[in-house]
């Protein structure tokens, strides 16, 4: 077995136990990357960072090389949100999520590939072109954070991170075989990620084994001065336990979203996963959410592109990123540094969002999406009266073909059903792995009380001890794929 194969929690205690080095596992993981990546491009940077590094060696994750969305700030190394509008801006400062990381001792590899400014599911919204999926490379590997997912997928790295306004870290995660955590609002400080949706924006990890979710977010999770919005009560304990159970637990399913298509896998991966919870003492049972399955989806592009507008006005070429030095007035180079800038769904949503918060509009439009949003917390404040946990799909189908849906942005909003409606409530949400149909990857989605996250990731530890852990995408075999792939185009 070669060392980037190994998990997170397995290398960190092999470090220990000193049966192999920190660069030994930096220099697995860098032949992977440098085997896989042609294929896969994840990556939209690679920083030349080497364990020797590391500010903490002896850190919880002392010489664990990661790789961060390219939404995250990282001081004096490129960040680009996969828009050519920050140019090569290089931050003067650095995410809390990193710093923390950092300070544990982990060592930065790339920032990852991802929807630009995180709107899209696809990977395809990005300015450096599509990441391609590592279980099959003709397909996309989900976003907005596909570049994160497919980098852990491929064994690149055993862990890395991302972020999820509306699903982008569940899906993805689901598309390429990983497990995904989009925490509770509030539960990881979002300092230095670069805003879409800040009502709804949260940073989480990514891993191959839910055990190595749980060692990062003790990690990265904790109040920050520098974020207004995170938690500020007693620390919140991810510890590692085998002595979990579900007995007695109730688990629902979403009465409304029966009725809803659902590819075959993904309804066989349901029935199969329930049977584990029920063998587990778990009780199903049903919950109704109307309101969020006839309007949440409408709801959170409302509230999205709203807040995207008012987010990305700052990017103008007066401080930072891309600029035109030969304009005749501010107005022409505003005009031209956006409009060279922003790629098309970007540019899209900013208008939209002009649009839904304009004077003569507002109450109409945006008011009224936040009115929404109050009742979609409600419900599921009262379904969570009634149950434990909600067991969901994370997105109706398996991942597609890279450009097939392209053209059809409406079409790929409302696959985004199941995940949105957690970020519209601010509730933590795990996509879980649950087996192959063929060689792609079936997810589904495991939702909580807001403050639950490390309940959640216990139940996702059972979870996982009966459905199994996914492999590592043979990213190393995409050489072949990669001729089919281009032959089909
Ligand atoms: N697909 C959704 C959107 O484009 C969610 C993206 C995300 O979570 N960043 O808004």
Redesign the pocket.
Known sequence: MELYELNLYMLTEGLKAKKFSASEIFESCKNRIDKCEDNIRALITRTDSTPQTSENPEGVLGGIPTILKDNLCTRGIRTTAASKILGDWKPPYDATAWKLLRESGAVLMGKANM?EF????TCGNSAFGPTHNPNDISRVPG???GGSAAAVSAGYVPFSLG???????R?PASFCGVYGLKPTYGMVSRYGLIS??SS??QIGPFARTVRDLQLVMSVISGHDPMDSSSFRDKAHDFTHREDVSLKGKRVAVVKEFQGFGLDAPISEAMKRTLKVLEDEGAIITEVSLPVVSKYAVAC??AL?MSEAHTNLERYDGVRLGYTVKDATGIKEMFERVRSYGFGAEVKARIIAGTCLTEPTRCEEYYVAATKVRTLIAQEFSRAFGETDYIIQPVTPSLPGKIGEADDDAMK??ET?LY??PV?LAGLPGLSFFTGYAGNLPVGLQLIGRRWSDSELLDAGIILERHLGSPKIADGGQATARKKLYLEER
């Open positions: 929807d995180a709107m899209g599911n976003g907005s954070s972020s999820d306004t509306g699903g982008s870290i899906q879409y949706g709804l924006d959170y592009y999205a790929g909003y985004d995940t949105l970020n």
